[in-house]
């Protein structure tokens, strides 16, 4: 949009840049207050996150389309932290605006620091609301970098952070374009935890 201790004389803007990478999808980047459940590690898909049984909720089916655009995103997000590649073609099946540019800024950040991302974060989105009218839709995540773990790219050596929350909410937002729900802002709140 995540880990341990840092000396500010070394590198001064590091814990900035680097939670950045997890906050830009809060990142990237949710809150549910039951437990997390792990991204799926499989190739996005629209497929991933459809209901398997029909719902008696009419907007069902726009719900588990904003959720497989959010969590698809997610997906791009994580591979772009771990090889440092924007990976521009396919984020743009899942976010634009505000939330794509975000998610941009922080992997060219950490890599000019010469950093990426092992392991990976936990989330549990929920679809708080749609609009298909206005063709809006908000999510709420519990973004949960604790497994998620920044490393120098040369070295492999464990990037120490200063202290700061790794569980934390945050919210998106989803607009429809012709058939297609993207992510379009997301906003996370490192202020409380989740």
């Not at 909720?57 to 698809?72: H, I």
């Not at 997000?77 to 939330?99: F, P, R, S, V, W």
Request: with cysteine.
């Amino acid at each position: 949009m995540a880990t341990p201790t840092i000396t500010r004389s070394r590198l001064p803007r590091l814990p900035h840049a680097v939670l950045t990478c997890a906050v830009a999808a809060g990142l990237l980047a949710g809150c549910g207050s039951g437990g997390t459940t792990s991204t799926s590690s499989s190739s996005p898909s629209s497929a991933a996150t459809a209901s398997a049984s029909p719902s008696s909720d009419p907007d069902q089916a726009a719900k588990d389309d904003v959720l497989a655009a959010y969590t698809n995103m997610r997906e791009i997000q994580i591979k772009m932290a771990a090889d440092g590649d924007l990976h521009t073609e396919d984020l743009a099946k899942y976010a634009k605006g505000d939330a794509a540019a975000e998610l941009k800024k922080s992997v060219l950040r950490n890599r000019s620091l010469g950093i990426k991302f092992t392991g990976r974060p936990e989330t549990d989105p929920e679809v708080a609301s749609v609009d298909t009218a206005n063709k809006t839709a908000t999510l709420s995540d519990c973004f949960d970098a604790t497994n998620w773990k920044p490393v120098y790219t040369k070295s492999g050596k464990a990037v120490e952070l200063s202290k700061q929350r790794l569980k934390y909410p945050v919210t998106s937002q989803a607009t429809l374009e012709g058939d297609t729900w993207l992510i379009t802002k997301i906003t996370a709140d490192r202020t409380k935890g989740c």
